[in-house]
């Protein structure tokens, strides 16, 4: 049972774009909504995170919308580069526990 | 600063051979934990440790089995290989648990033929 679900699988952008890709999750006890990085060959790495108690987060060109009642989180990434071509992940999970929960992951590719 | 370092980066195994995998961490870090990644499956949770000398199941832990002798070092062990356990291993750690950032190792390719 996917606890989270990601979309879309893969996408392309054009350079400048601005690509969006959203995570739904059932568990409401889930109170940590991290997104992950990951490059071919290396580990994921931690990008942003967003905790239920606001609705946007913003670090440089990355941007998690984050909607409680809808039970969803998106990444936004403001003027793409080719080098944000990676994998991201988004993943959730809650403070009385340590199973972190992974989307399946949507590989983006962006295009000079 | 190392981070989170894991070995070995490749190995094939045959189906019924044992191995183990070997993580270890330079931050000082509680929590630390085993996924297996999967294409179209993101990352699932085999085993985590919380502290020296503890273990837990994750989502995934059949077939697998951990140990946590020394706080800086978390290894995975196979003791019976199948083709379902080919997969790339990461290894991760955290100051505080799940509720905060895990720093990943570099993975190890694991095919079992």
């Known amino acids: 049972q996917q606890q989270v679900k990601q979309s879309p699988q893969s996408l392309i952008v054009q350079k400048g774009g601005i690509p969006i890709i959203n995570c739904a999750y059932e568990n409401t006890a889930f109170d940590y909504f991290p997104w992950y990085q990951q490059f071919p060959g290396k580990g994921p790495a931690l990008l942003i995170a967003?905790?239920?108690?606001?609705s946007e987060k913003k670090e440089g060109r990355f941007t998690i919308s984050f909607n409680k009642s809808a039970k969803q989180f998106s990444l936004h990434i403001m003027d793409s580069q080719p080098g944000d071509s990676a994998t991201y992940f988004c993943?959730?999970?809650?403070?009385?526990?340590?199973?972190?929960?992974f989307g399946a992951g949507t590989r983006l590719t962006v295009k000079p | 600063n190392a981070g989170v370092t894991q070995t070995p980066k490749f190995r094939v195994l045959k189906t019924g051979q044992s191995m183990t995998l070997l993580c270890a961490q330079d931050m000082n870090h509680e929590y630390m934990y085993w996924y297996r990644q999967d294409p179209g499956m993101g990352l699932r949770l085999i085993h985590y440790s919380v502290g020296e000398g503890t273990t837990a199941k994750g989502e995934v832990p059949d077939g697998y089995n951990v140990s946590r002798l020394k706080k800086q070092n978390f290894l995975l062990g196979l003791e019976s290989a199948a083709p379902s356990q080919t997969s790339v291993y990461f290894c991760?750690?955290?100051?505080?648990?799940?509720?905060?950032?895990?720093?990943f190792g570099s993975g190890t390719r694991l095919t079992v033929v």
């Open positions: 993943a959730a999970s809650m403070s009385n526990n340590n199973d972190m929960r």
């Open positions: 967003i905790r239920p108690d606001v």
């Open positions: 991760a750690s955290s100051s505080a648990g799940s509720n905060r950032g895990y720093t």
